[in-house]
Structures are given as C-alpha cells and as structure tokens.
C-alpha cells in the first residue's frame, strides 16, 4: 500500500518502493517530517520538534511566531509569523495578506485524476495511490487541497495544490507554490540547469549558503536561461554515490525554483508559478488548480536520479502514440535555406534524402503569407503560392510519392506587426494600452487567454493539417512575453494573464491532438526554451537546442538527459563549418551525437559530397540498429567532458541487461598517450559480455575497465557495442 494513515500517530506515512515522505499533524499544523531512504516505522513524529522550545501555541501562545518560524510546515503560508519563503499569500478583498489553513480532512484513493486544463502526470489504479489533505482558513473560507500521489514501482511522489473559495467574497492569490519542502542541512549542495540561447541546460553546482538563492522564468516560457529543476544533494555526490532530492516542475511558463537555509540550518526547498506578476482572483465557489511538481529521491547518486526520471517520464507522462517507438529520420530545411527555398528545391532535398534512406520531410519557417525574412506574416497561416507553386498540397503528394512522410513548421502563438492579422486585430496581440509594444524577433505575441483568439488560432492550423497529408509538425515560439496585459482582461485580473496564456497554449495543442491523434508534434523554441515535462505531455519530443555543433551538444544534451529521456531530445546532424559556433567536427561525431536523440538532418543534400551521403547511409543503418536500445534503454553518465576536458562518455543498457551501448567522444587529443581506462556501469556482473571480439565478465567491465586507444584528431567519437553472451 502506498499510502497509509496512522491515526494514533497522527501520521501520513506515503510509500514508493524505496522512499518515504512523511507528514505529521500538530495541533492542526501539517508538518513535514522526513523524505528520504524507505523507512517502515511510523514513530517518527519527534522530529518535528513541537515538544522543542517555544512548542506549540496551545501549549505557548505568547511564542506563537516563533513556533511558526520553525516548524518544518508542509505548506508555509504567507502573513502569520512563518518568514521563510511561502508557499501561498493570499490578500483579502479589505487589501490584508495573511492565511492560516489548518488540517480538516483528508482521503485517500486509488489512481490518480487529471488536472484540469493542465498537462499532469497519470497513472492506473494499479500503478498509483492519492492521497488528498484539505485544509481550512476559516477567516477567508478558503479551502487549501494538498494532493500527493505515490506512483510506488516508479519511485515518484508528485504533487499539486488547489485554493477554493468557499467564502462570500472574492480574494486574490498573489502567490501559489505546488511544493515546499523543509529538512536539516547534512552539508548539501545544490544542483540546477541554466543556459542562454544556444546552450541551454548546462549543470551547474553551488553550496547552498544562509538565505535564499533562486532560479526562475518571468519570461512567459520556461526558458533557454534557468530550468524548472533544482536537486539538492550531499557534497561531491556523484553519479553513483550521494544522495539527491529534486523537483521538476510540470509546466512550460513562468516558475520559481528555491533553496532557502536559514537561522536554523535547515533548508526549504520550494517550486511553482513565479509570484512575480502573478495575481488571480478567485471569486467565491471557484477554484484554482496550481501545476503538478514530481519529486524524485536517490540514495545512489545522480544516475538512478536521472533514471527515475527517465522511466516515468516515458511511462506516466508522454501521451503520444509515438513515445514508444522508432521515430521516422526527418530532414529539416532550416539550416539548408533559411528563408530561401521554392518548392523545386524541396524536392531535390526529398529525393536526395530518400535515396540515403531519410524518412520524411520537413519545411520549416518561410512557408507561409508573404514570409521571405523573420518580419512578417505570423498569423497569416496559408500557404505563399510564389515560394510553393501549386499549393501545399500538391507539394504533400509530390513529397509523399517519392517515399518520404511530410512535415510542417508553424509559430500558432505569434503574430507580425506586418501581417493581415494584426492589421484587422491589433488587441489581439499582448499589449499595454498606450505603451510601444516592445518587439522581439520583430514580432508580437497574441493573447491566449481570449478565447475567440484560441479558436482562430486552432482553426488556422487545423485547416492546413486537414487540406493535406501532414504526418508532423514543428511547433515554435520565437520570443518571450513582455508588456504583459490583456485589452479584454478587468483590471484586477491582469495579474492572470501569464498563466491563462499557458492554459491557452495548452488548450490548443490538447484541441489539435484530439482532432489529429496520429500528429507528430516537435515542441520547439528558439531552440530549447520550452523544454519541459509541461510540454512533454503534448509532444514525445522537443528541438533541443539551435546549436546543432557536436561538441556543443554534448553538454546541452548531458543537462537535458539528467531528467529527459533522450527520446525526447530533438538532435539533427548539421554541416560545417557549423552555423552556431563554426566548428568542424567530423560527419561521424556529429551522426554519434543525433543518434542521442530523436535523430535527424538539417542540411542540404543536395550540396554533400558521395562519401558524406556514404557517411548518411551508415548512420541511417545505425540508427535502426541502435534506436530501441537508446529510446527504452536505462541511461548511464560515466565522465562529462565538462569535468575533464577531454573525454565525454555515456552509455545504454537494456532492461534485462543483455544489450548495452558505449558513446564515447575524444574531444581533445593528448599527447604521448597510448589508451585510458573507461570503467562502465549498470551491467550485470556476474554475466558475460563480448566487446570487439572479446569476452568480459560483467564485474571486470564495471570494476576493471577497458582500455580505449587514445586517436588522431580532436572531436572523435566512436559507439561500441556490448553483447551479451
Ligand atoms: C527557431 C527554431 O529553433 C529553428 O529550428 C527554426 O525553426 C527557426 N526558429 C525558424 O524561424
């Protein structure tokens, strides 16, 4: 059972099949007690510290703010005497910002609902247990609903929160976390993911000292700069040893992502919406519903971290048809022609492509109104007759009858200054009546929280997918929100528009796979800036960054398969010099790193010598060979060449253990070096295992290493396989 109530004890214990998350009731007061390593006894209460100077206020009124200001509280609130960060601050219709919701209730059910209008983890009967605890202000009559779900083969807890108003009166939510989460410092660090445009989710590391240090994304998007993710972790954990508490955050917009220690040494970890122009009225019956936080434990290091992630991820996150199988190799024309390209010229990539055994098409921006630059046309979504003689569908068919799948690139969210949309709705773009609307990418961003500007949205895309066989889509979001208002929002609600934005993106893709079930759909924006288990509900995939360099990708792709399984990572194999940085690295370490992800090119074929398309062919075979074991197989990170500057090496291993596959890049070559030693994990020890010809025990593999010979050249890379025997 994974949830049980203790009554005596006053006690929640939720069990996964090695952790613990304990929660005790005070006087009211839920307490967290402890997270961590799976413990079976329920006394453990003491170490909430309520006996501790000042104790409770039942038994220490006059102390009252100091009980407050230590008790580890499962879901702090804002105004009554807790001054560590706050989960929840909500201002009364009089203008006064305090609450104090006490234990009333709570249930206790198999599976698990969806959140209404927002993307969620889900699971059967079977799989997981919720457990939901309300809580009750009774000055404002609001109704706080903690939910925590066990999912407890996966080893996951995750949880959200819901406000009701069950007063006569409106109040305003200036602030709504999903989780928080107090413990004693045992030396931690802190782990999180940040980046720019081009290279996005690199890990850094820090200690954690007094006071708060903060990630986060006012941005509208959850953004190439931060990450919705944050582990603390013991000093110098690893990839195998030291234990790790994360949180991801199941949304795509803005977030905050905080550590806190305080006077005490003990830390609150704490995640969700940014407070930061975040206001929403919540009039009397109605409710609001804050995104979904998925907690994961380690008490072996980062790897089996990663790996939790992994597992649940493809299996109680991503919907779509496709996340258990081999995606089709796709050649996308970004790289190959910008703006630049006629429908004749999409066909000599399509039969180029075909012939080296790539799988589908894929015309990216430029298709559409009168785009030939980045300053214009959004929101004109048909077809420009100049570029694509014949119309679209004529070019489908074309496409279609010389073997390859069709795909198309849209940016729904957006609209040009230069375009006949704006030109008849110009309040339909985000706007602050009176003020320049600043430009980005000389464009504007329309406003998803009206609904006639979702269905116009939803009709314009639908019409193209239903005029012709559209197999895959490529959904981009080029800028970030600004000016933030809402010519159709009330005053005391402008403060909504960031997240009804959200819930208007993901009302539209929820709307375009219910009518499309069979679409492929490929997040995108500008590169990686919405890669987030909030999108990964929608689409299997997301672009992962405009830096296609190799080199460059192995650090972008390393932070995004900390938690991302790398059938999710958008990776295509480009040219060089590289577009990005301007590096040339050879055809075959640029094939090794897409073969990491959904793999695909973005290139022109049509310009690639005989012994390139040689190299696609092999790569092509590669990729049918290898795919099943890179998209279901269990991840290992052994040495990260952010650490040593030379080496980057990871590997796959099927779930029986039998299969196994060794990526390794020689970023720099050395000097006078012979071999080095690769010491490899998550292989059985005991069995036996054959590489290059040569038999291995399992145990010799992981313990002894092999040696691989140092090569010529920097950017080598090479992929080994390890059989079963
Ligand atoms: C940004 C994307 O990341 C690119 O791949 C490309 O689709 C461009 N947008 C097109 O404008």
């Known amino acids: 059972m994974g949830i049980v109530f203790d009554e005596q004890q006053n006690v929640f214990m939720l069990q996964t099949k090695s952790t613990t998350y304990a929660i005790g009731i005070v006087e009211g007061y839920l307490g967290h007690i402890y997270y961590g390593r799976r413990v079976d006894s329920r006394d453990i209460k003491y170490l909430l510290r309520y006996e501790e100077n000042p104790k409770t206020p039942k038994v220490n009124q006059r102390e009252k703010n100091s009980f407050l200001d230590q008790f580890p509280m499962e879901y702090p609130e804002h105004g009554m005497g807790d001054y560590r960060e706050a989960a929840l601050c909500i201002r009364s219709l009089g203008g006064y910002r305090a609450s104090e919701s006490l234990y009333q209730s709570h249930w206790i059910q198999k599976g698990k609902k969806p959140l209404e209008g927002l993307p969620a983890s889900f699971g059967t009967e079977r799989e997981c247990e919720t457990l939901c605890i309300t809580c009750f202000d009774p000055i404002l009559h609001m109704e706080v609903e903690l939910y925590y779900t066990v999912f407890e083969e996966a080893d996951v807890i995750t949880r959200h929160v819901q406000v009701q108003n069950k007063g006569k009166e409106a109040f305003y939510i200036e602030k709504i976390l999903s989780a928080s989460m107090d413990f004693d410092d045992r030396d931690f660090e802190l782990l999180s993911l940040h980046g720019s445009w081009a290279r996005e989710r690199h890990i850094q590391r820090t200690s954690i000292g007094y006071g708060r240090q903060n990630m986060g994304s006012i941005k509208g998007e959850s953004s190439h700069q931060e990450h919705p993710f944050l582990a603390v972790l013991t000093k110098g954990a690893n990839q195998e040893f030291g234990e790790v508490y994360s949180m991801n955050f199941v949304y795509s917009g803005n977030f ?34 804050a995104p979904e936080v998925v907690l994961v434990y380690s008490d072996k290091g980062l790897g089996k971290m990663t790996r939790t992630y992994h597992d649940f991820y493809r299996n109680h996150l991503i919907r779509s048809p496709y996340k258990d199988k081999k995606r089709p190799i796709l050649i996308n024309n970004w790289e190959a022609t910008y703006f630049d390209f006629h429908e004749q010229k999409l066909l000599e990539i399509a039969k180029e492509a075909k012939e080296v055994g790539i799988e589908m098409l894929v015309m990216d921006d430029g298709w559409f109104g009168k785009r030939n630059a980045d300053d214009s046309s959004l929101g004109d979504w048909f077809v420009n007759e100049d570029k694509i003689k014949g119309g679209l569908k004529q070019l489908v068919d074309q496409v279609n009858a010389l073997g390859l799948q069709f795909g198309i690139w849209f940016e729904p969210e957006m609209v040009s200054p230069d375009s006949d949309l704006f030109r008849e709705h110009e309040d339909w773009a985000i706007q602050i009546p009176k003020r320049e609307i600043t ?62 934005y959200m819930l208007g993106v993901y009302e539209l893709q929820e709307r375009i796979l219910q009518e499309f079930p069979k679409l492929l759909l490929e997040n995108c924006s500008g590169g990686g ?54 590096r040339n690295t050879p055809f075959q370490t640029r094939g090794n ?19 390139e398309k040689e190299l696609i062919k092999q790569q092509v075979v590669n990729y049918h060979t290898y795919n099943e074991l890179i998209r279901e197989g269990d991840y290992y990170r052994l040495i990260s060449y952010s650490d040593n500057k030379y080496y980057d ?37 005991t069995k036996m295992y054959m590489i290059e010809g040569k038999q291995y025990s399992g145990a010799v593999l992981m313990n002894v290493g092999i040696l691989l010979p140092e090569e010529q050249g920097d950017f080598m890379s090479r992929v080994i396989q390890i059989k079963g025997v």
């Open 256 to 289: 905050i992502a905080q550590v806190e220690k305080d006077q005490f040494d003990r830390i609150r970890m704490s995640m969700g919406i940014h407070p930061e122009g975040f206001c929403w009225k919540l009039e009397v019956g109605e409710r609001f519903i």
């Open 649 to 685: 090496s990871y590997m796959f291993v099927n779930k029986e253990k039998t299969n196994a596959l060794l990526f390794d890049t020689q970023i720099l070559a050395r000097p006078n070096r012979k071999s080095r030693n690769l010491r490899l994990q998550g292989l059985e020890a």
């Open 439 to 500: 430009q980005s990418r000389a464009q504007y961003v329309l406003d998803l929280s009206r609904k006639e500007v979702v269905d116009y949205v939803y009709e314009a895309v639908a019409k193209i997918l239903r005029s012709t066989n559209i197999a895959y889509v490529k959904w981009d979001m080029n800028r970030q929100l600004t000016t933030l208002g809402s010519v159709a929002l009330p005053a005391d609600r402008q403060g909504e528009l960031y997240h009804r």
């Open 593 to 611: 790193v897409a073969l990491c992800g959904t793999f695909g090119y973005e290139l022109d074929i049509t310009k690639l010598s005989r012994e």
């Open 529 to 582: 800036a919405r890669f987030d288990p909030g999108m990964l509900y929608y689409s299997p995939q997301i672009w992962c960054s405009d830096d296609t360099d190799a080199i460059e990708r192995l650090l972008i792709q390393e932070g995004t398969a900390l938690i991302y399984p790398v059938s999710t990572i958008g990776a295509h194999v480009s040219v060089c010099p590289n577009h990005i940085v301007g």
